[in-house]
């Protein structure tokens, strides 16, 4: 089975890779060089979060702004290893991916 876009980008950015952005206006996910992270474009393409970032050698991925066809894709396809943390309303404007891991 070939990998979905997604697992593919989630992997390259895991090994280090310049990873291009995909997807439609409304749901892109664009790799910020300045900060390393990936973004994804969410609120009907208005607005930005964090959508992936390393820490200590474990990709964070934000389960929130994930679809369940995501979710369910990254569980059965990403080999790198991964956790899923939630940062939403309130927390997206003081903290980042790394503060809400459990």
């Known amino acids: 089975m070939e990998k979905s876009k997604l697992v ?15 997807g439609s206006q409304k749901n892109e996910i664009r790799h ?3 900060w390393e992270k990936l973004v994804r474009v969410w ?40 956790e899923f943390v939630s940062l939403c309303y309130p927390d997206y404007y003081t903290k980042g991916l790394q503060q809400m891991r459990k």
Not at 8 to 22: D, P, R, V, W, Y
Request: aromatic fraction near 8%.
């Open 32 to 34: 910020e060089k300045v």
């Open 43 to 82: 609120n009907d393409g208005r607005g930005l979060i964090s959508f992936a970032t390393m820490d200590k050698g474990t990709l964070l991925i934000n389960e929130p702004f994930c679809s369940k066809k995501e979710i369910a894709d990254i569980k059965a396809n990403l080999k790198a290893p991964y």
């Open 8 to 22: 593919t980008a989630l992997t390259g950015f895991s090994e280090g890779k310049q990873i291009k952005h995909f």
